[in-house]
């Protein structure tokens, strides 16, 4: 459990931290000095600044800093990510180092920064991960990959079948059918295909435990073939010089942030056109347990998981939603459009109430997240309590 906090709270307070470096770095390029650059989130334990006279001072919780000249920089008492305040958010301070004053462009820049600094950081793991062998598909590898650890893995699967009745999970590797082990995945299928209807034990190893199914294939409407309602894939860790992994962090991270964006058109639209969400969506409480299970895993899946989840912030981020980053830009192209920027107060009303609605729907996202993972709370609360 411990393992399980920790991991989650250093993957999400990194990924945060890393995103407002973005807001923080972009207004300093363009000479607006933040009011308060905080790691962790607020009350403030202690901070750091330059007042008016060029003396650093130091300030010690809530206490409001009238004599700054500077950004106050501070350390604060929740542990997750950090913060920065670039007054966009208040319609009084429009002087000529304000944020509200700076043109339209340059305040796109400045709030797509923490997106763009969570592709980055993405980029950044993925090829840090090629460079000391990262767990991925086998197939159209590029010359120079050296792969170890090769194995079939389930990548997917389907409703009911005998596969998700039986409690299967993506990424379990089956290690044998019967007691025959597999080099290639369509040797596996179509042994598989051929005992339709007869009765196999599947061995397989999730979390570095081995235990065995008894799983009866049969006749997959998808495919017109015999199976258990999986899809599987050859996996390995792969691992390039340092030079190729450069251009594959990039390459693959181009890719990944595609995917994404099409999985969220996917989503948004079946939200759209009455059709629900196929997508198991999971929120912080969710986001934890994985935490937890890739750290048992091992350091590179850590890393992977973390370079999954940076990009996914991003593309959250950059949604056009009132009080995300995306929101933000589009009312500054209505302002570029219009000619005049859309009436404050009105503006930040509704990104209030876009803020409001975010927090109730991770609000029931984590209750969905609690029920589902409602055993282990049990047998954590049992032992607190015993």
């Not at 130091?58 to 670039?86: C, H, L, M, R």
Request: aromatic letters at 10%; charged letters at 20%; a positive charge.
């Amino acid at each position: 459990m411990l393992i399980t906090i920790l991991t989650f709270v250093i993957i999400l307070g990194v990924l945060v931290f890393v995103h407002e470096c973005g807001h923080f770095f972009a207004s300093r390029w363009f000479g607006i000095k933040p009011r308060e650059f905080g790691f962790g989130l607020p009350p403030r334990v202690w901070g750091i600044y330059k007042n008016k006279e060029g003396l650093w001072k130091q300030v010690y919780g809530k206490k409001e800093v009238d004599d700054a000249s500077d950004t106050v920089y501070s350390i604060n008492w929740i542990p997750v990510g950090g913060f920065v305040n670039i007054g966009e958010d208040d319609l009084k301070d429009t002087g000529p180092g304000s944020f509200i004053s700076q043109p339209v462009w340059k305040r796109a820049i400045i709030l797509s920064a923490g997106v763009g600094m969570n592709v980055v950081l993405t980029a950044v793991l993925i090829i840090f991960g090629l460079m000391i062998g990262m767990p991925q598909s086998l197939d159209n590898l590029s010359r120079g990959a050296k792969v170890s650890e090769q194995k079939i893995q389930i990548v997917q699967i389907l409703p009911q079948t005998p596969a998700s009745q039986a409690g299967l999970q993506v990424g379990d590797q089956i290690v044998s059918i019967n007691k025959n082990s597999f080099a290639k995945y369509t040797d596996l299928m179509d042994f598989v295909d051929k005992n339709t209807g007869i009765q196999l034990n599947y061995l397989i190893k999730r979390a570095g435990t081995e235990k065995e199914y008894k799983l009866t294939p049969i006749k997959i409407k998808e495919t017109g073939k015999g199976g258990v309602g999986i899809g599987i894939a050859e996996t390995g860790i792969v691992k390039y010089p340092f030079y190729m992994a450069i251009w594959q962090g990039i390459k693959t991270t181009a890719i990944l942030t595609w995917a994404i964006i099409v999985a969220f058109y996917e989503l948004i639209k079946n939200l759209v056109i009455g059709k629900g969400i196929s997508a198991d969506i999971s929120g912080p409480v969710g986001i934890a347990a994985l935490s937890g299970q890739v750290a048992r895993m091992g350091f590179v899946y850590v890393l992977q998981f973390a370079a999954l989840l940076s990009v996914n912030l991003a593309v959250i981020n950059f949604l056009p939603f009132p009080a995300l980053d995306g929101g933000r830009i589009l009312f500054l192209i209505i302002e570029k459009i219009k000619g005049s920027p859309v009436k404050r107060e009105l503006e930040a009303i509704i990104h209030n109430t876009g803020f409001a609605l975010l927090m109730v729907l991770v609000v029931l996202v984590t209750y969905r997240d609690i029920a589902k993972y409602a055993d282990r709370f049990k047998i954590i609360w049992e032992r607190i309590m015993g």
